[in-house]
């Protein structure tokens, strides 16, 4: 690219950046340079958090991430949980002790929505039950935060999507980095051109411990005296009480939808709203079981690759993500987008802004044969500084808390919530699609928009 060109990249960029607003709820603030080390900039969130009015929510799912849901849930002002449903006894007893001795429990969820002082849920189950629950709770009035992948099958998004339209219901699906601070940040920095023409993105999530790998603990006291079995299998093949499945329930395909139903939906979620894309419309995948084998299903290492097609939002471009059960360098994860003039590097409370040389697509052979001077060299340009890091504030309350606190605002009356279930579903698909495709051993190809299979 000619200097005059490159300036003038750099200049558009200045500019939008300057002009974006900054005052809204969505786009974080940048505090003052004073006391930060250089290239770094501080993000805060604008937005003040009070109680408008009191909102009583039930938990439908009191495992891991239910108990993780609901723990944040409830440090948003005015919300209190009066309800829990779960279909061990275990963990019936444990909610009474966490949220109080005087909160209503059942093995029935239904008995959950029949109650009139309940005003929202969370639900956290296994993947095989969100369709129905969620369903069932906004044909009952209740507002929904459903867990990711909002199903469990890619046949399944349509009716979500029916009942949340009809309903005019408030759902929102739980892949909480999309409230980050990171994530809007990067969607401010891509859409004043940031990075210029993308081209490529890239993701990945590493973890190195059997918690990580979902060996979760089973209780001394599992029995099908404590579980309700046949209630939790749905209308799935009985295989008998095991222990298992029950509490292991992500390694099996009959309730999970292994590391890219879990994981990847994330970093589809984030990669969605910063580039404003439908999703991809080709998907394949490769991987396999390395080191968990413990009876699981699904692989422990999966590796996909996704094209996603030109909108009036972004370019063609393409996607690389990759997860690793058994990688010792450390618990982590991150997604990065390339382009022409630059990459960023994205986490919920950081991105990494790194701007590059960029030379134009066509007529750089002219430029070297056709030099005016045979005694001229290519003389060397000023570039731009080191990376800009962009991090959160000290204090900041994370992703987690964000993404509840926008869901509680809109079933208070306020403000949409942030991932929907049109937006969830297209979220879910490639993630459902990767797994599909790894056992299937083919390529599959998607309509983003008219949200169906394609014929191969």
């Known amino acids: ?201 890239e993701g990945f999530w590493a973890r190195n411990s059997p918690g990580g790998a979902w060996q979760y ?63 991809p419309e080709k998907v394949m995948s490769t991987g396999g079981l390395r080191y968990w084998k413990d009876g699981r299903e699904v692989p422990d290492v999966l590796l996909g690759m996704f094209d996603y097609p030109q909108t009036d939002k972004h370019p063609a471009f393409n996607l690389s993500l990759r997860v690793n059960f058994v990688d010792g360098t450390a618990d982590s994860t991150y997604l990065r987008l390339v382009g022409n003039e630059g990459s960023m590097i994205v986490e919920w409370d950081k991105v990494t802004l790194t701007k590059n040389k960029s030379y134009p697509p066509t007529g750089n052979n002219d430029l070297m044969v056709n030099k005016p001077d045979p005694l001229a060299y290519e003389r060397k340009a000023m570039v731009n500084g080191d990376a800009i890091v962009y991090k959160a504030e000290n204090g900041y309350k994370g992703a987690h808390f964000d993404h509840h606190y926008n869901w509680i605002r809109a079933v208070r009356g306020g403000k949409p919530v942030i991932e929907d279930a049109l937006f969830g579903y297209r979220a879910a698909a490639p993630a459902l699609l990767c797994i599909d495709s790894y056992f299937q051993e083919k390529t599959i190809k998607w309509d983003p928009v008219k949200l169906e299979l394609k014929k191969s």
């Not at 008998?240 to 009959?254: A, E, I, S, T, V």
């Not at 309730?255 to 139903?261: D, N």
């Open 1 to 201: 690219m000619s200097k005059n060109s490159s300036g003038h990249s750099r200049r558009k960029f200045i500019n939008k950046i300057t002009q974006s607003v900054l005052a809204t709820a969505i786009v974080p603030e940048i505090v003052s340079a004073a006391g930060r080390a250089p290239g770094i900039q501080l993000l805060k969130r604008s937005g003040i958090y009070t109680a408008n009015d009191h909102v009583q929510i039930a938990l439908i799912g009191a495992g891991g991430m239910g108990n993780a849901d609901a723990d944040t849930c409830i440090t948003v002002p005015g919300v209190k949980i009066i309800a829990a449903c779960d279909l061990y006894d275990g963990r019936l007893e444990d909610a009474k002790k966490k949220y109080g001795s005087d909160i209503f429990v059942t093995k029935d969820y239904k008995e959950i929505l029949s109650r009139k002082d309940i005003d929202a849920v969370i639900v956290a189950t296994p993947d095989h039950w969100h369709k129905d629950i969620s369903i069932d709770a906004m044909n009952s009035g209740k507002g929904v935060y459903c867990e990711k992948p909002m199903v469990h099958d890619i046949t399944e998004g349509s009716a979500v999507i029916a009942a949340q339209t009809k309903n005019k219901a408030v759902f929102q699906v739980g892949s909480q980095g999309m409230s980050s601070l990171g994530n809007e940040k990067a969607k401010q920095l891509y859409e004043a051109g940031a990075i210029g023409q993308l081209n490529y993105a």
């Open 217 to 279: 603990e089973i209780p001394a006291d599992a029995s099908e005296k404590t579980v309700d079995w046949k209630k939790f299998i749905k209308n799935n093949p009985d295989h008998g009480f095991d222990p298992k499945r029950f509490f292991r329930w992500r390694c099996y395909r009959d309730y999970g939808t292994g590391v890219s139903g879990d994981l990847f939906v994330h970093l589809f979620s984030s990669l969605h709203f910063i580039v404003s894309s439908n999703g």
